[in-house]
């Protein structure tokens, strides 16, 4: 059940309006992220929300990964970015490939300010460590 | 973006096994939670693994919320769970929907042994504490 959990919340994206709006491009753009790092991917969900005049305001969505899950909402108004990518290290060690996919994901979106912490889950007295 | 993000890792729960096995039954549980505790369900995505013998061995579910995400993974062989609630509060505080919510869904393992932590989302300098 040990696994690595990395956060990140996105400050200031850079990135075109379209990556923070448009939930199918996405929702592709994640998957194919995952496959890319060797994460198997079981289920995707991907929801977009809108407002008051029915325009595209943000996405939330989820891959689920035999190795456990991404994570992510968008908040476009803000140029903003929440994600997490979670994987267990149960059958094998998916640490490197959850290091990679994490950051190329958040490289998609050019933040200007990145906060990222690591959460080791799965153990006993599990240790946090911010960076 | 600010919000609150509750992590739980479970060790030997004792819980009847269909809680851990059973996908849509875990699946329909943590729908009919969220919705309990006023969160809104936006959709929903829960897979179930098989062992060597195509028999169930785990469950791994995202609920995807307005307010943000739940996710819960469970390990039936070593009766474990790690389980995340992630609200945001920029249009409401949600945090006690998400405490309550987090509370009832850990209840429900009855886990000898549960580490919690909190982490707070979509600040800038975010504060990590353990419990």
């Known amino acids: 059940m040990n696994g690595l959990h990395l956060i990140a919340d996105l400050h200031d994206c850079r990135c075109p309006p379209a990556h923070l709006l ?4 996405l929702e ?7 496959e890319r790092h060797g994460l198997t991917v079981v289920g995707r969900l991907f929801h977009s929300f809108t407002d008051a005049q ?10 689920v ?3 456990s899950h991404l994570a992510l909402h968008t908040w476009p108004e803000l140029r903003g970015v929440t994600l997490d990518v979670y ?3 149960y059958s094998a060690d998916n640490s490197a490939r959850a290091r990679s996919l ?10 200007t300010h990145a ?17």
Chains 1, 2 share one sequence.
């Open 115 to 131: 906060e990222t912490k690591e959460v080791a889950r799965g153990h006993l007295s599990s240790a946090v460590s911010g960076d």
């Open 22 to 25: 448009d939930a199918a491009a």
């Open 65 to 67: 990964l035999a190795e």
């Open 87 to 89: 994987v267990c290290n």
């Open 28 to 34: 592709s753009f994640c998957v194919a992220s995952c």
């Open 102 to 111: 994490f950051a190329e994901v958040i490289a998609s979106f050019a933040a």
């Open 54 to 63: 029915q325009q595209p305001a943000g996405v939330t969505g989820a891959v």
